[in-house]
Antibody, heavy 118, light 107 residues
């Protein structure tokens, strides 16, 4: 059974960075497609980007281009999402999810709350 | 970007009710649509993929239909475990986008 377990909640100052982890178990990590989304309070989900660990191919949505980096450590089956230059509008729940070949998401992490506050 | 809308945003229903949620895309997405169930503090759960395909392990009371720009998720007989939020997801083109969600509450 595939499981994605994310790191714990973070409180950050404006202008700083946050790095959220997503540890996978079950399945073959290198064949995963790892997607990252966020959900701001009272809002819908917003897709940030994805990584295919096998190839290293990364796609980012234009909104976050230059401010987000998605990486993976195949040796620990862990994916990471780093968001820089944080502002209050980045306060949200951040989720990782495994994408299938058709790009639907069959397994999700439990979410990581990132709060940006001075 | 493709905009996704859902209706209603909230609904109140009773156990045993038939519930229908609609998702609309701002342009055609063929059948590249998924539906998820989400409970607070939990990981979202895939219910339906490719608009009408039931994900393995999901009860048969859930069904999806539609293509192009209009889609529906139907719960044929609402069960206590189904009180949750539901959202759609288009994966026809980048960036992937999501509907704002429908919260199903107890009447």
């Amino acid at each position: 059974q595939v499981q994605l377990v994310q790191s714990g909640a973070e409180v950050k100052k404006p202008g700083s960075s946050v790095k959220v982890s997503c540890k996978a178990s079950g399945g073959t990590f290198s064949t995963y497609i790892i997607n990252w989304m966020r959900q701001a309070p009272g809002q819908g989900f917003e897709w940030m980007g994805r990584l295919i660990p096998y190839s290293g191919l990364v796609n980012y949505t234009q909104k976050f281009q230059g401010r987000v980096t998605i990486t993976a450590d195949k040796s620990t089956s862990t994916a990471y999402m780093e968001l820089r230059s944080l502002r209050s509008e980045d306060t949200a729940l951040y989720y990782c999810a495994r994408g299938r070949a058709a790009d639907d998401f069959d397994y999700w992490g439990q979410g990581t709350l990132v709060t940006v506050s001075s | 970007d493709i905009q996704m809308t859902q209706s209603p945003s909230t609904l109140s229903a009773s156990v045993g009710d038939r519930v229908t949620i609609t998702c609309r895309a701002s342009q055609s997405i063929s059948s590249w649509l998924a539906w998820y169930q989400h409970k607070p503090g939990k990981a979202p759960k895939l219910l339906i993929y490719l608009a009408s395909n039931l994900q393995s392990g999901v009860p048969s009371r859930f069904s999806g239909s539609g293509s192009g720009t209009e889609f529906t998720l139907t719960i044929s007989s609402l069960q206590p475990d189904d009180f949750a939020s539901y959202f759609c997801h288009q994966y026809n083109s980048y960036p992937f986008t999501f509907g704002p969600g429908t919260k199903v509450g107890i009447k």
